[in-house]
């Protein structure tokens, strides 16, 4: 095992600190008090290389492996949530979902626009009445000759306003088990029939997208279909695999915001006639910090090392995941306390990260779910079988050759 990064990840790394420090951290506040996302964030990150990081180059990225993805999650959230959320949708739950199912065809025409940023692309799985239990939901898509026609709404659609295209799980026959039902669609946005809008008022990711997504006939090409129909589920169950590994990962750049806005804090305030990180209660929060952050790292380095192998990690990004997220609320949480009174202001970033955390918990699985995910494998009640498509394992050549 080798827990040294490449030349190349501490490029990207750095590459990435450096876009964040210096052209979003100047203008974060204004944009979270705003409740909008700040107009310049996806072109720049198009212009970096960003939506397209892990990418091969033959489809328009910039060849990078899974590690550099999540090196780049961490280093955006550890400035604030809505750009790893970009990451999260646009990446791991759209993008690799292509890279891993699509026809070459798909891959032509969805996935290397976006990879070179031309392309936004978010996913439309929840909806008003199915969150966790997917399989409830109620869009339908049915066929319609060389076309489907989708009906239906999602619901907190991350980039619903700003994404190009979508990939939208429907119902497209009835089944025993409902699971069987659902197909996966690759949908434009300015397709007939679709409206958007955004959800105001959220506790965190205020900086940032989150909407909802109508569609009434909406008619589709066949071509559009990703994977065969009654294959939707497991294809979403897929995508969140990846997208998991981006919030594990970003979660991990989280803990690490308010671990050093903490440390700086506790050598700046003065109690009792010396600095508060003298106190041993306060060395004891910054302690659970820096165990959490290594332990959330670790976690996710593991992860990404599997997909670079190309293995099955829905159990261990799972894991790391729900470890993460819910350590980064109570690292965000215990900065807080740190700061006193002033960590109640937005004066200091850590009520921003208070509030930026607390939305992973819910995401991408609720804690619940993760912790049922978990036993579920430890009891031997829960197995993951060999998926008709898996995702690539990295190739430094097929990644980095132009065709
Ligand atoms: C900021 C934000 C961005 C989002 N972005 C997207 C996106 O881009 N695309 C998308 O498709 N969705 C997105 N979501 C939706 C998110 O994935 C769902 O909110 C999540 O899956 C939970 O579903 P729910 O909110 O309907 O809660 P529910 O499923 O209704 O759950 C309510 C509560 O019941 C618990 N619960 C449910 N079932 C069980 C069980 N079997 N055992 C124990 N407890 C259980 C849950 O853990 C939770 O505490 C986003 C949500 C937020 C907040």
Redesign the pocket.
């Known amino acids: 095992m080798d827990f040294n990064l490449s030349k190349e990840h501490l490029m990207v790394q750095k590459m990435v600190r450096d876009f964040v420090q210096k052209e979003v951290g100047p203008i974060i506040k204004e944009y979270d008090r705003k409740q909008e996302m700040a107009p310049f964030i996806l072109p720049r990150m198009a212009e970096l290389g960003i939506l397209g990081i892990n990418i091969p180059v033959r489809y328009g990225g910039q060849g990078f492996d899974y590690i550099a993805l999540g090196l780049v999650c961490e280093e955006l959230e550890a400035m604030d949530s809505t750009l790893r959320?970009v990451m999260?949708?646009h990446m791991g739950?759209n993008s690799m979902a292509i890279l891993q199912w699509g026809t070459e065809a798909q891959k032509q025409k969805f996935l290397a626009p976006q990879a070179r940023g031309e392309k936004y692309a978010?996913?439309?799985?929840?909806e008003p009445?199915?969150?966790?239990?997917v399989a409830a939901m109620t869009s339908t898509a049915r066929r319609d000759g060389d076309e489907y026609i989708l009906n239906g709404e999602?619901?907190?659609?991350?980039?619903?306003t700003k994404a190009h295209n979508a990939l939208i799980v429907a119902r497209t026959h009835e089944t025993e088990d409902p699971h069987d039902g659902l197909t996966a669609f690759l949908m434009e946005m300015d397709r007939p029939g679709i409206k958007t809008g955004d959800i105001h008022g959220?506790l965190?990711?205020r900086a940032?997208s989150?909407g909802w997504i109508s569609m009434t006939d909406v008619r589709i090409p066949v071509e559009n279909r990703l994977g065969e129909e009654g294959e939707g589920f497991k294809i979403a169950m897929s995508c969140l695999d990846n997208g998991r590994y981006t919030v594990g990962a970003g979660a991990t750049g989280l803990i690490r915001a308010s671990l050093e806005a903490s440390v700086n804090y506790s050598h700046e305030r003065k109690t009792f006639g010396r600095e508060i990180g003298r106190h041993q209660l306060m060395q004891q929060k910054i302690a659970h910090m820096v165990r959490d952050y290594e332990m959330a790292r670790l976690l996710y380095l593991r992860a990404g090392w599997m997909k670079n192998m190309g293995m099955r990690n829905t159990k261990e990004t799972s894991l790391c995941k729900w470890f993460a997220t819910d350590a980064s609320f109570e690292a965000a949480n215990q900065a807080i306390q740190i700061h006193g009174a002033y960590g109640y202001s937005d004066e200091y970033e850590v009520e921003r990260y208070l509030r930026n955390s607390r939305?992973a918990i819910?995401?991408?699985?609720?804690?619940?779910?993760h912790q049922?995910m978990q036993g579920g494998y430890a009891l031997g009640y829960r197995k993951d079988g060999a998926l008709r498509c898996e995702l690539p394992a990295y190739d430094e050549d097929f990644w980095n050759n132009e065709a």
């Open positions: 959320v999260s949708v739950l978010c996913f439309g799985l929840t009445n199915a969150g966790s239990d999602k619901m907190w659609i991350s980039l619903a959220k965190g990711v940032g989150t939305g819910l995401y991408e699985g609720t804690s619940e779910i049922l």
